[in-house]
DNA sequence: TATGAATGAGATTTCATTCAT
DNA sequence: CATGAATGAAATCTCATTCAT
């Protein structure tokens, strides 16, 4: 279930052919792969989807035309970092799943990962430069929906949640409330993104929770993040 | 307790010869420079911060000199844009405290309407390329914190509010909830963005609101938005 | 002999006609215009001839458009600082002819003065952009040779004066010699310049030194150029 | 004691894995940058130092962006300029030192060739827009003052040279005499240059005309002045 | 294949000149 | 007639993308 690092048609199949000494190159090829992909990321964050990919490529450590070779344009590095924040967002809430008793805990857990991963920082990536509905991107956003779904599902069932509540609202939610401001600014934002994703959960949450048995969950879930 | 447009150095101070009361033909240049100020703000929101300024001048209607001449660079016009709608919202909080006599209706008839006037748009822009210290700024900025400061004491002292809540929880979650996407997407979001933000403000809620009040009140407000 | 302002087709001859009662506005408009090209003059030399015809208007405290209506383009403009600081060093020319007793002083008074003029300003004026042989130029660049002339002959005539020394080399070597440098570095410069226009003179008196030795050495130099 | 390019940082630190001996493709590079540094030279001479750098790049026959990821702005290509116009005229210096015997002739050889370098081009770079005093500037400033120095005191001490002139009135004299007018102006007075610098050169010249009379007579003239 | 360099298209900003008051 | 404002054309500089080594 975590990630799989994506490589286009590089089945590895030829080794059966000629002798060819060095199979080794492809190392480098993937490791550069995954550089650039990590790289974009964080300056999608740090600087906003403009950022320009010369940056990138400095970043990492690899010339600018390496980059080109690996996503012929902007649209497609964008792309592949939609995939891998969707992706690993669906392992947070898999493990959330997998690995929290309550359900509301489960879902609090999920949310502030998710956080953790910057999913917000998908948001600007969606406005524009390239294609939604790419059939492996709707692949994994259904795995993260179905995912998200299943946490959902469970608090409801558990009388933990609004049952007015879908997927989509806390999709949307979530990444609103964490996206990044673009510049040094956002870490005065960041500061408050946990507190105020849990205010949002928190409006989510059952009424009759005079107790509010999901604050307490949650804090503990909130005490336990790296 | 309307914004007021401000005309930088207006001082008049002619050194005692004709009276010389009216630098009349500003009719038009002050026309230009609202007209200018609008169309930044509605493309601002519509295409993000980065958005060519020749496209403002272009909606505004005037030459992109006439821009520059108002706004010598793109940080004078941003901030022009903030002040105008940290000032409108302000206006908004205000109205929603006179009319509105319950608490928690005020408040949220503020919420929405602020998401109307998009203060999310200001997001984006605050990450970077103005002077955020600007008096002029701090001064309007005050305005606002203390006119939903208002709003939440208010709120607060109904005992319709959780006590934990800050004047910042709000605007910060209202501004991030409300930002809009750059590209045509935000239009799918923005069919949503008002019950995020009613999601949102259902955290902020006092518990022991089995009944669920304030929702009431809200979706009555929400009726009546334009 | 003085410099004279000269209007185009102002001469005033409507006296006959309706009663007018204001006579006077033309002492503003033609203050405006000397006010233009003083302020021209000064701006020329301090920034070169590309200055900003809107600087040019505000030192001179007019609005741009009056700067337009008097001359309507930067050719004319510079035509008419040209001609005026073309009369004023010719006036310097002439008071040196009048007041010096001895020939060489008198030449050399002139050369200082020209520099004090700023006659090296237009050098880069001439370069391009207005019309270099306009009739109204001509004859006034002719009143300053025919001045020159005088003083150089007279100084030559007396022995003074190397006799190979034509009036173009004293009058191009002087422009060269005080163009000043726009910036504010020019200030440095300035501190020589009287001292630089001393030297190249001295290169213009005769010799007692009749043998001249560089000059051989230096002809057999120029003839091995490429 | 020719010209060096130099290329900015160029420290080859790579950190201790392979030799890679060669930052081979460089030569097309190297070349480009050549040709853009000898087009704007030309072009600043032609047209003056504002001219438009596209036109340079043009004139080098590369794309703007080419100059420009050489040069990051005009002030970097100025820099540039200067240091070669300065270092190639050192060269020159050394040339005539080493290869003409007679001390005066040695320094017209230099005044002339200075000349043909377009020494004078310099000044209206020098005016603003860079950095005068850029360590690397200073240093080849120094290079040719020394130079010019050496010929200058053997001329001097050879008796061939006025005992009151210093390195500075050589410099700034040549140099204002050889600056061009930008347009086409400039040629008519390029026919002149040699002339009038050597004009100047023989106002350096030392007197076997001891009684330099005009001299008394102008300072009596400098003293009046206002 | 990986790289640094090259490129053209576009964004920002300035300025000479014209217009409306 | 004088003025401030408006304008488009041009200059500077950036960046996504392609090329040559």
New binding site residues.
Partial sequence: METVTRIAADTDTDTGTAPRRTPR?RA??LR?RERIVTAAREMFVEFGP?????EVARRAG?????L??NF???AALTHEVVLSVTSRTTDRADEAAAEEGDPFAALSRFVHAAADERVGALCPMLSGGFDKDHPELLAERRRLEEAVEGLVARAMSAGRLRTDIAVGDVLVGLSQLTRPLPGTACLDIDRFTHRHIQLFLDGLEAPARSELPGTAATLEVLRRRP
């Fill in positions: 190159p480098d090829a550069n403009d950022v320009p990919l010369d690899v010339g600018n035309a390496t080109y070779r012929p344009d902007r």
